[in-house]
């Protein structure tokens, strides 16, 4: 008999997704929206004429039949786009300066808060970022992404005078701006540097981080697993989407920032012209980072909790969750999946920061489809023969389904995971069917990163393994792997790094 999961609601990389079911067939996603303010777009916008900052500077023009950033986005359409320009106010507050960012649903933008500056108060001036989405952005995801951010927020304040853990980027505002063609939900964020990504560039030699940078990184994978911890254990939530993208750097110093602004301003952004819309060019390079020193100043955040799920709620979780190099075998083999998922994503976000490069890797590169047999079998070509108490769980929950139903990479709509990764991957007696793709020779040992000194190798080793468990439950908590031995170990390295 078919079974169907509780599942909470999913999104694929296209954002395809529509509503979830609970097990008696009834609507079972719970939306808690935040109180909002809706202002006219009269009261927002300010006339160009008087605000615009660039009025005596001539602006590029770019060709309009050449796509730029969120033209290139598969599925654009500029109608479903909010086009601000520099110089705009909204809510009445924010004075957009630059854009700083976009993406499939939304654009981002620095903006000055004038209210740092109110009542005759002079302060430092305070930026934020204004994530503006799109105005058909996927039913209720957007609500649903602000909702998981006021629950982090508001769920047990870390301490009297900061709502969220520093290492948790949450948004400190969102207001609505109404169009004739629909309303776009903005969510206002501190502004933050650089992702994880082009961090660990700072940090690499030839895409691996230098031995003498690794105590850098140690200290910032320890403040990651505490606000990983903070968000399992205070706020029931599962982020599910963990990668080097939604793991933001701050800025080493206000200076940085203040000093960008400054220069966009003596230099107007490049933009296209479309009668009255204008599409701007994305400005976000805020210089080098003057010395190694300052690398310690910038710490990392966790963001984009468009697709966390509400722990709490009764499970199974079966649906598909994380980026496909990221994937825990029990979210391929569809036996239910946990914070511990988490974890396992965390573990391959480690080596990848480390080695430059993806733990498991389909032979081609990204020149091939994903494939979910070839990722277990590599799984299994390092960590060994899948359990036989997982493989029993995978028969018993092999065809349960979700719904509403979910779009695989092939364009197949799937109700069940073995469906949507392509599976069965194991016959009944618990025989790998895809037994000529698992690597005999690999020695993962022998590919330690170059930054792993041979004394602190075993516990490099053992420290990856801990989280890289085949069952779940044997995945220690964000809490124990921030003790853990090789996290912990050459701190002193970091006064040489002061020095260096």
Same mark, same amino acid.
């Given at each position: 008999?078919? =079974?169907? @999961?509780?599942?909470?609601?999913?999104?694929?990389?296209?954002?395809?997704?529509?509503?979830?079911?609970?097990?008696?067939?009834?609507?079972?996603?719970?939306?808690?929206?935040?109180?909002?303010?809706?202002?006219?777009?009269?009261?927002?916008?300010?006339?160009?004429?008087?605000?615009?900052?660039?009025?005596?500077?001539?602006?590029?023009?770019?060709?309009?039949?050449?796509?730029?950033?969120?033209?290139?986005?598969?599925?654009?359409?500029?109608?479903?786009?909010?086009?601000?320009?520099?110089?705009?106010?909204?809510?009445? =507050?924010?004075?957009?300066?630059?854009?700083?960012?976009?993406?499939?649903?939304?654009?981002?933008?620095?903006?000055?808060?004038?209210?740092?500056?109110?009542?005759?108060?002079?302060?430092?001036?305070?930026?934020? @970022?204004?994530?503006?989405?799109?105005?058909?952005?996927?039913?209720?995801?957007?609500?649903?992404?602000?909702?998981?951010?006021?629950?982090?927020?508001?769920?047990?304040?870390?301490?009297?005078?900061?709502?969220?853990?520093?290492?948790?980027?949450?948004?400190?505002?969102?207001?609505?701006?109404?169009?004739?063609?629909?309303?776009?939900?903005?969510?206002?964020?501190?502004?933050?540097?650089?992702?994880?990504?082009?961090?660990?560039?700072?940090?690499?030699?030839?895409?691996?981080?230098?031995?003498?940078?690794?105590?850098?990184?140690?200290?910032?994978?320890?403040?990651?697993?505490?606000?990983?911890?903070?968000?399992?254990?205070?706020?029931?939530?599962?982020?599910?989407?963990?990668?080097?993208?939604?793991?933001?750097?701050?800025?080493?110093?206000?200076?940085?920032?203040?000093?960008?602004?400054?220069?966009?301003?003596?230099?107007?952004?490049?933009?296209?012209?479309?009668?009255?819309?204008?599409?701007?060019?994305?400005?976000?390079?805020?210089?080098?980072?003057?010395?190694?020193?300052?690398?310690?100043?910038?710490?990392?955040?966790?963001?984009?909790?468009?697709?966390?799920?509400?722990?709490?709620?009764?499970?199974?979780?079966?649906?598909?969750?994380? $980026?496909?190099?990221?994937?825990?075998?029990?979210?391929?083999?569809?036996?239910?999946?946990?914070?511990?998922?988490?974890?396992?994503?965390?573990?391959?976000?480690?080596?990848?920061?480390?080695?430059?490069?993806?733990?498991?890797?389909?032979?081609?590169?990204?020149?091939?489809?994903?494939?979910? @047999?070839?990722?277990?079998?590599?799984?299994?070509?390092?960590?060994?023969?899948?359990?036989?108490?997982?493989?029993?769980?995978?028969?018993?929950? =092999?065809?349960?389904?979700?719904?509403?139903?979910?779009?695989?990479?092939?364009?197949?709509?799937?109700?069940?995971?073995?469906?949507?990764?392509?599976?069965?991957?194991?016959?009944?007696?618990?025989?790998?069917?895809?037994?000529?793709?698992?690597?005999?020779?690999?020695?993962?040992?022998?590919? @330690?990163?170059?930054?792993?000194?041979?004394?602190?190798?075993?516990?490099?080793?053992?420290?990856?393994?801990?989280?890289?468990?085949?069952?779940?439950?044997?995945? $220690?908590?964000?809490?124990?792997?921030?003790?853990?031995?090789?996290?912990?170990?050459?701190?002193?390295?970091?006064?040489?790094?002061?020095?260096?």
């Amino acid at each position: 008999m078919l =079974r169907c @999961a509780t599942c909470r609601p999913i999104r694929s990389s296209t954002r395809s997704l529509g509503r979830v079911y609970n097990q008696d067939g009834l609507f079972g996603r719970r939306i808690i929206r935040p109180p909002v303010q809706i202002f006219s777009r009269s009261f927002i916008l300010t006339k160009l004429a008087s605000l615009y900052p660039f009025r005596t500077s001539r602006i590029d023009s770019l060709p309009l039949d050449v796509p730029i950033d969120e033209e290139k986005v598969s599925g654009y359409r500029w109608q479903t786009y909010y086009h601000p320009n520099p110089g705009e106010i909204l809510y009445g =507050r924010y004075k957009l300066k630059v854009k700083i960012g976009y993406g499939s649903s939304s654009t981002v933008w620095l903006a000055l808060d004038l209210a740092s500056n109110d009542q005759g108060v002079t302060r430092p001036k305070k930026y934020v @970022a204004i994530k503006i989405n799109a105005n058909n952005y996927e039913g209720d995801d957007s609500w649903h992404e602000l909702s998981m951010s006021h629950h982090i927020a508001t769920s047990k304040p870390y301490n009297p005078y900061q709502k969220a853990h520093p290492a948790l980027l949450t948004a400190i505002n969102h207001f609505i701006i109404p169009t004739r063609r629909g309303s776009h939900l903005c969510m206002v964020f501190d502004p933050m540097r650089e992702p994880l990504w082009m961090f660990q560039r700072r940090l690499s030699d030839n895409g691996s981080v230098t031995q003498n940078c690794l105590p850098i990184l140690k200290r910032h994978l320890r403040t990651i697993l505490g606000g990983l911890d903070y968000l399992h254990s205070e706020c029931k939530i599962i982020h599910t989407d963990l990668k080097t993208d939604n793991i933001l750097m701050t800025f080493e110093d206000h200076s940085v920032l203040e000093t960008f602004v400054q220069a966009q301003a003596g230099r107007p952004t490049p933009r296209k012209m479309f009668g009255g819309r204008a599409v701007y060019q994305c400005q976000n390079n805020f210089g080098d980072v003057k010395d190694k020193s300052a690398l310690l100043k910038m710490t990392p955040k966790l963001a984009d909790f468009g697709l966390a799920q509400d722990g709490s709620q009764p499970g199974p979780f079966i649906n598909p969750i994380q $980026p496909d190099r990221y994937h825990a075998p029990e979210v391929l083999l569809g036996t239910g999946w946990s914070y511990s998922a988490d974890i396992w994503n965390f573990a391959i976000l480690v080596w990848d920061l480390l080695t430059g490069r993806t733990l498991f890797l389909d032979p081609g590169g990204e020149s091939q489809p994903y494939s979910a @047999a070839r990722h277990l079998s590599e799984m299994i070509g390092i960590l060994g023969p899948v359990p036989s108490a997982l493989l029993k769980q995978e028969r018993e929950m =092999r065809y349960w389904r979700w719904m509403p139903e979910v779009v695989n990479a092939e364009g197949q709509h799937c109700d069940n995971v073995v469906d949507y990764y392509g599976g069965p991957f194991f016959s009944d007696d618990g025989t790998f069917l895809y037994g000529d793709l698992v690597p005999r020779t690999r020695r993962w040992e022998d590919e @330690a990163p170059a930054c792993i000194s041979e004394h602190e190798k075993d516990m490099f080793f053992r420290f990856m393994r801990r989280m890289l468990r085949w069952q779940p439950e044997e995945r $220690p908590r964000a809490r124990e792997l921030m003790s853990d031995p090789w996290l912990n170990s050459d701190l002193v390295g970091e006064t040489t790094i002061r020095g260096s």
